[in-house]
């Protein structure tokens, strides 16, 4: 629940133009939370080209020692 509210808020603030930018601007978010010590996301923006159904990147980041 607390994961969710922290990506409301993200999305809250305005529009995003790239995908890259939101998934990094997530996991900084959640790895604040130092008991996470991997996340992989994956995000998608659906109905971008009439040839795919939809455009995404899979990301994954993990605590910094």
Same mark, same amino acid.
């Given at each position: 629940?607390? !994961?969710? @509210? #922290? $990506?409301? #808020? !993200? *999305? @809250? *603030?305005?529009? !995003?133009? *790239? +995908?890259? &930018?939101?998934?990094?601007?997530? &996991?900084?978010?959640? +790895? #604040?939370?130092? %008991?996470?010590? +991997?996340?992989? !996301? %994956?995000?998608?923006? +659906?109905?971008?080209?009439?040839?795919?159904?939809? $455009?995404?990147? &899979?990301?994954?980041?993990?605590?910094? %020692?």
């Amino acid at each position: 629940e607390d !994961i969710i @509210n #922290k $990506v409301k #808020k !993200i *999305l @809250n *603030l305005g529009h !995003i133009p *790239l +995908l890259e &930018t939101l998934a990094d601007k997530i &996991t900084g978010e959640c +790895l #604040k939370n130092k %008991k996470i010590f +991997l996340i992989k !996301i %994956k995000i998608e923006k +659906l109905d971008i080209f009439k040839e795919a159904e939809s $455009v995404g990147i &899979t990301i994954i980041r993990k605590q910094k %020692k």
